[in-house]
């Protein structure tokens, strides 16, 4: 149980184009789900906090209006990479917390691959 | 503010050889949670063990053991006769119950690197 996918695994894009990837609880609902990044050979770093229904919460210095996020049901939260430049490339994880589940508890999705050329 | 602190960039062993990952967390949470997660080339991470502030008891699970210390504010990790298959990034993770509230956050990960 509690399995996350992301969609797609790894993408390729043109600078000035927008990538969009998904993220899923295949098994369960997750009313709160989180964005992660990270970049070759360092940690991950918190984007935002995804609650379904309602406006991301951001980080503080990650552009809203650049990394759209939706969290249109109880299964699928949505990043969306606008105008995507090649300082963008970097690995995205999601993670997802369920339902009435812990506070603490995170299931983490298997991460996409963003290259922007 | 939470931040946690792995000192250790990289570390290299023989296969064989036991080996100690550090971690050194900060909160002013009363209530939080440790991790340490394993991150093989393939990029997803993989939980190995969840901590809480109030269970300071050592475990113990086949060559992993972990030793947590409130009064040193550390979660150390540590693996015995390591193997090759044991190469991987590792990554230490608090999350508090503060305002934080269930945002983890990681430290900057140890690269193990066994060789046969």
């Known amino acids: 149980g509690a399995v996350v996918s992301q969609h797609p695994s790894w993408v390729i894009c043109k600078s000035g184009t927008s990538v969009k990837i998904e993220c899923r609880s295949l098994?369960?609902?997750?009313?709160?789900m989180f964005w992660y990044r990270q970049f070759p050979k360092q940690s991950l770093m918190l984007m935002a906090t995804?609650?379904?229904?309602?406006?991301?919460?951001?980080e503080q210095g990650v552009e809203k209006d650049k990394f759209l996020i939706n969290h249109a049901s109880l299964t699928l939260s949505t990043l969306t990479v606008t105008s995507a430049h090649p300082e963008d490339s970097s690995f995205y994880i999601c993670?997802?917390?369920?339902?009435?589940?812990?506070?603490?508890?995170?299931?983490f999705g298997p991460g996409t691959r963003l290259t922007v050329l | 503010a939470q931040k946690v602190t792995q000192a250790q960039t990289e570390i290299s062993v023989v296969e064989k050889e036991d080996v100690t990952l550090d971690c050194v967390y900060e909160?002013?949470?009363?209530?939080?949670?440790l991790f340490w997660y394993k991150q093989p080339p393939s990029g997803e991470l993989v939980f190995l063990i969840r901590?809480?502030?109030?269970?300071?008891q050592n475990e113990i699970s086949g060559r992993y053991s972990w030793n947590f210390q409130k009064s040193t504010s550390s979660f150390n990790f540590t693996i015995t006769a390591s193997q090759v298959v044991d190469s991987a990034v590792y990554f230490c993770?608090?999350?508090?119950?503060?305002?934080?509230?269930?945002?983890?956050?990681f430290g900057q990960g140890t690269i193990l690197t066994v060789h046969p």
């Open positions: 909160t002013r949470d009363t209530t939080y949670y």
């Open positions: 098994d369960f609902q997750a009313t709160t």
């Open positions: 993770a608090l999350s508090g119950g503060g305002t934080s509230y269930g945002k983890l956050t």
């Open positions: 995804s609650n379904e229904g309602s406006k991301a919460t951001y």
């Open positions: 901590r809480n502030s109030f269970d300071e």
């Open positions: 993670s997802a917390r369920a339902s009435g589940g812990a506070w603490y508890e995170q299931f």
